[in-house]
Structure formats: structure tokens, C-alpha cells
């Protein structure tokens, strides 16, 4: 099992939803060139931000005004293979980056992750 089927697996033992979430362009056999993805409109955009490989909701219970409700947290989960590839300096990994800060600055829950562990480290904060 690769570790992103295990990210998964284990997500939803925890009640998390994640979805992956291929991202591309490709012509279509009549000549169509369509975009996929989340945050793939154009060349443009995908230059500077690249989702998650994973993205869905972390449903958490909110406390005070609002206690007993549920909330779904927008997740998203990078899963790189290597931990050298969290440093990488390129212009992928950047946008990367950037779409893992937007998400995290306007209160998602984001992550980059290359280990089961360090993955559930980050969730341990939203899912005590």
C-alpha cells in the first residue's frame, strides 16, 4: 500500500474525508483542451498555486457559541515521497507552498506531509 492509500485509510478511521484530487490538462480526441483540478484554471494560476493531492473536510465539534455544532474544516494533505522534497526550492514546490499557506492563513487545516506519522501529528491537533 502506498503511503498515500494509507494516509487515506487511516483519515477515515478518524472520520476525515479526503479525496484525491488528480490535477492536469490534456486535449480530449475531439481537440478540446480542458483543465483539471482544484486551483487549475490556467497556466497561470497553476504556476504559483498547486493543490493538495488530497483534499476534503476534517468535521470538528466548535466550543462556546456554537457548542455541539460541527464544522467541516477544509483539508488538504501534500504527500511527498521524500523529506528532502519539503525543502525543495523549485518552482512546483513553491506553488505548493503558496496553495498550502492560503489554505492554512484562512483557517483550513493544510499539511505536507511524508510519513503516516508526521500526517497524523498535524490531524492529533484538529481531532483530539
Known sequence: MNLTDEIRLEASK??????RNNS???HTQD??????GLAN???RVNAVLKSGDLL??????????MVGKK?????SVEVKKYERELRANTPRAKAQRAW????????GMAMITYTLDSFLDELY????
Open 24 to 26: 492536469g490538462a490534456c
Open 41 to 43: 484554471d490556467s497556466g
Open 56 to 65: 476534503g473536510f476534517t468535521p470538528v465539534t466548535i466550543t462556546q457559541d
Open 71 to 75: 464544522v467541516a474544516i477544509f483539508t
Open 31 to 36: 481537440g478540446r483542451f480542458i483543465r483539471f
Open 14 to 19: 478518524r472520520g476525515v474525508y479526503l479525496f
Open 100 to 107: 498550502h499557506d492560503l489554505v492554512k492563513n484562512n483557517g
Open 125 to 128: 491537533i484538529y481531532k483530539r
